[in-house]
């Protein structure tokens, strides 16, 4: 009987709370871009810090005439040994400049549901990851992510469009 009761409590106390939850008050935040005084000629400048481009840093987007796509079979994310040396590469680059980050886009092609690809393309980023850290490039330089099937590289349903989509990108920013 006293857990009954109990129950009964704690169902109705947990009901209370999530009633209590207003949904469909948005709350208003000023989020307005501060500004700072600009440039000689005047004006006012925005504090959002500017974009630091590969030519200002001096260097290409990553190493020189190396690609930067690994391709997977269907339903893996096995490196292939063919990309060995492409990971090589761009471990050696990330070394040498530890202040560039590379994001690493894990894509598959469009067979499959979208939770199922956002994991399988999520693996393929972390396989990439891992590949570099063993040749030492540390963690804070990579971020990988997925995209699973929603942004194929080629268009189509046959065979040769689903082997260009199912991929890692290695993007330097």
Known sequence: MIKRIFLAVAVAVAMAGCSSVPLNDVP????????????????????VAPVVTDSAIGTTQGPANVARIVYFDYDSYVIKPEFQSL????ARFLKANNGRRVNIEGHTDERGGREYNLALGQR???????????LGVPDS???????????????????AAWAKNRRAELVYR
């Open 28 to 47: 208003v935040v000023d989020k307005s871009a501060t500004t700072v005084p600009g440039p000689a000629g005047g004006g006012t400048q925005s504090s």
């Open 87 to 90: 990971i090589e590469a761009h």
């Open 124 to 134: 393929r980023s972390e396989a990439v990851r891992r590949a570099l850290g063993l």
């Open 141 to 159: 330089q990579v971020e990988p992510v997925s995209f699973g099937k929603e942004k194929p590289a080629a268009p189509g349903s046959d065979e």
